[in-house]
């Protein structure tokens, strides 16, 4: 029988649930919750079917658990990307369970996810595809995620054999 261990995913869970039970707005929170949490599944699944290791996986979750941290903890949107890496690199130093380069390629990638158009370091893109991914399967039958081009590669990455065309 195997026993449940904890990892840095708990350890970095910590800091993202106490941000969210901090939030006034109990809305926001739970929309928090969603995102943030959704977003770091769908990282390790993409990671995951992209050929990295579990290791690997567990740091695009954290990278996705963290990469819009400033948004909900500061109520505010304007260059969430970058103050979320800088929030996001304090707490994983803060933490002493991430090494340097652990740390700068989980910042790097959430200092870059905004930017859908450009393509980045593998990391970062799995970031911005997980984001993407979490978007619209929180209500896959909205055009305006669904049309996007980061999510029909990822309709075909993923076999789901659906196409703008045949929406219904």
């Not at 993409?46 to 567990?58: N, S, V």
């Not at 997980?130 to 081009?149: G, I, K």
């Amino acid at each position: 029988m195997f026993e449940r261990q904890l990892t840095r995913i708990d350890t970095v869970r910590q800091y993202v649930d106490e941000m969210l039970k901090a939030c006034e707005d109990s809305e926001e929170a739970r929309c928090g919750y969603v995102h943030l949490y959704g977003v770091g599944q769908a990282c390790a699944l993409i990671a995951l079917r992209r050929g990295h290791d579990r290791a690997y996986a567990e740091l695009a979750e954290i990278a996705g658990m963290l990469h819009d941290y400033a948004t909900y903890k500061d109520n505010a949107r304007e260059s969430h990307a970058q103050r979320s890496s800088v929030q996001a690199r304090d707490i994983l130093t803060q933490t002493g369970e991430f090494t340097p380069q652990e740390t700068d390629m989980i910042c790097q990638a959430i200092s870059r996810h905004s930017d859908k158009k450009q393509v980045h370091e593998e990391m970062d893109e799995i970031l911005k595809d997980a984001d993407v991914m979490q978007h619209w399967l929180r209500n896959p039958v909205e055009e305006y995620f669904f049309a996007q081009p980061r999510v029909q590669k990822l309709i075909e990455e993923f076999q789901l054999g659906l196409h703008l065309e045949s929406q219904n």
